[in-house]
């Protein structure tokens, strides 16, 4: 008997579509130190083989997670220095602080492990830098964006960009560490709450 015509329409699986869920499903529980290639394949339904033909490393797969299936905050911070102008400097930094703290809270877990290990540390840095990425990116990305600001005259002409965007980030990171890591204390303020007055304050000292 002939068979059927294949159903065009049919939803075809993703090897890395599959391998990528299960990286950031195991990245989150176990850490980066922790979580193996064996095991992360094992979990998308494929071999460890297959897994390699599509990421060289677990710091290439790591990187994968950060950018496909993390909060999009390195896509902001390049479409607003694309575009400044197009929201007043208040709105792009809470929607930067807001993307942050939901960023830092899954990312924060995930590399956390890797502090415990020098050696395992030391060679994620290195894939991180034949990578061309790291975690000293979002921060150079933020002050490329209030550069451009103050190119537009909407930032004050002497103040520092670098310094206001590691003030930015750094104070979400540190939420991130202090509240949402361990789930021991809840933070006094929302997201959005503190995104909103993260931004008002930095603001404050940089705005015209």
Do not use: W
């Not at 103050?150 to 103040?159: I, K, M, N, S, T």
């Amino acid at each position: 008997m002939t068979p059927p015509p294949a159903d065009a329409t049919a939803p075809v699986p993703l090897t890395r579509t599959r391998i990528l869920d299960a990286g950031h499903s195991l990245l989150l529980t176990l850490g980066l130190a922790r979580a193996t290639t064996k095991e992360i394949a094992r979990a998308a339904n494929c071999s460890e083989a297959a897994l390699y033909k599509h990421f060289r490393s677990k710091e290439e797969l790591f990187v994968a997670v950060l950018r496909e299936r993390l909060p999009a905050l390195n896509p902001l911070l390049e479409q607003l220095t694309a575009a400044p102008g197009e929201r007043t400097v208040e709105q792009s930094l809470t929607e930067i602080a807001r993307q942050a703290l939901l960023f830092y809270r899954q990312s924060f877990p995930i590399a956390a492990s890797l502090y415990a290990e020098p050696r395992l540390r030391r060679r994620h840095q290195e894939a991180m830098r034949e990578l061309g990425t790291g975690p000293h990116v979002p921060i150079e990305s933020l002050q490329a964006y209030l550069r451009a600001e103050q190119a537009a005259g909407r930032v004050r002409a002497d103040a520092d960009p670098h310094a206001a965007a590691a003030l930015l980030l750094g104070a979400c990171a540190q939420r991130a560490f202090a509240y949402d890591a361990d789930g021991g204390a809840e933070p006094p303020q929302s997201t959005e709450d503190f995104a909103a007055g993260l931004a008002r304050t930095l603001l404050a000292g940089i705005g015209v």
